[in-house]
């Protein structure tokens, strides 16, 4: 089988946001369906509980898909002026 695909988030995130936000469902509904219709896995475990807190590392599955959780980078934002922090 192949590795999980890395997706860099912001943590907390909930499996739904992450199962949509990883392209494991094409919208926010088909990810609540997948979620709750126990086609989720998270670490080789079924979880039907959409708004599961993932952790760094967790690889969730949709089927043969696989997503693996990492932190994104610290963000750059600008401040004012142009400024960066």
Known sequence: MAAPTPIAVD??????????????AATGGD??????SGSVRVNDEVEKRRGHKLALGDIVQVGE?????LL????TRPTRFGERT
């Open 11 to 24: 943590l907390p995130i909930t499996l739904g946001q992450f199962v949509k936000l990883a392209g494991l």
């Open 31 to 36: 990810a609540k369906n997948l979620v709750t």
């Open 72 to 75: 994104a980078p610290a963000c």
């Open 65 to 69: 898909q696989k997503a693996q959780v």
